[in-house]
């Protein structure tokens, strides 16, 4: 036999004498078994506490360092071109100094969260770890006691059995204790250690607070209104992109027409507005949904129509004119899909685009598909 073949012997004899391997019968310890399954869900409960502690600061490091960031910009931005100083410059100088005075409020969490927290959980978890080796030797102790256990009937070993059983019984009894103990104990650990960090981040904040309020005397509150900086050309009703022009001011809404310049051979193609305006002002006052009850409406019926391939694709609406087409609700409809609208019978839809049998609109700020055989055109 090879030298190899003799050390692979000797690996697989030593991996036998250390595991169950070619035992017959084993014994089996269901409550220590047991124990230690609780050891490990409750160890995993401590690591996953320690690795939240320890990004809570690096978390408040990068927030005030971005918040930092973009008030120097905006400070950078304002004071730019400008010589005099007033009180709103005084004001993000102090607001600078502030983020500064909160970094170091920050390391001071940081270092009590270190000395309370994570240093004191480190030397916790170290139980953890004396605790998997008694188990580790106590599991070596049951293989050996097995062990010889089965070979009793070949030798008289009777002494050595019992002196086997002996050790590993009394390990096993100091393991069950100390297991019991350790995990009684846990979950008082972290509510100690929750109440802690508790009170670190009520100091924390409190110091923040006070940090920031020196600015609510400084600062009054303004609102900006862009409607009082705009003058309005009410003569004019070209679009500022000059994508509609009005044809004729003086005519009538019913023979306005719209034309829509392309933007690809710079031609023009006339939109002409629906119909349907002629067709409901002879009902009446249309604005009310029980004029359209005539024979015509009623003979509509509200047959499925298949989903539109389009709908997968959600449009890119990029600028919806002033006076696009409104569609009217005859019928409730509950969508079933995320880029279908909900309606009921007597709403209003802003109609986007027309594409098929399922059209695009928005109603309440809110974009996506309808039936187009559940309404009807108005204007």
Known sequence: MSLSGILKGIERKQFQIKTHLGLENKTKDNELSFLKEQLFLKEKK?????????????????????????FCSLRKIYVEGKNEVNSLTNTLNSLQKTFQLNKKEITKMEKRIMNEVVTPLKEYLKQFKRIDKKIQECHKKRIDMDRIKENEQQINVMTKLEDFKNKYEKLRDELVFDLNHLLNNIDNSIEQMTTIMTTIFEDFYSKQYFNFSI???????????????????????AHSNNIYTSISNNSSPENRQLRKKSSFCGRQIAVYPSTYSQ??????????????????????LKKPIPPCPSKNLFPLIQYQPPNSSKVLCLF????????????????MI?????????????????????????????N
């Open 46 to 70: 401590c690591r996953h506490f320690l690795t939240k502690v320890r990004k809570i600061c690096q978390y408040y490091f990068c927030e005030n360092k971005q918040t930092e960031k973009i």
């Open 279 to 300: 067709q409901f002002k002879n009902y009446g006052n249309w604005s009310s949904l029980d004029c359209f009850h005539t024979d015509q409406i009623n003979q509509q």
């Open 215 to 237: 600015f609510n005397n400084q600062i009054k509150y303004q609102t900006f209104n862009p409607s009082q900086l705009i003058t309005e050309d009410k003569e004019s009703m």
């Open 350 to 378: 802003d109609l986007l685009r027309k594409d098929g049998l399922w059209w695009f609109g928005e109603l309440n700020g809110i974009k996506g598909y309808f039936p187009s055989n559940y309404v009807q055109i108005i």
């Open 332 to 347: 409730d409809y509950y969508s079933t899909d995320i880029l279908e609208l909900s309606f009921k019978r007597g709403d």
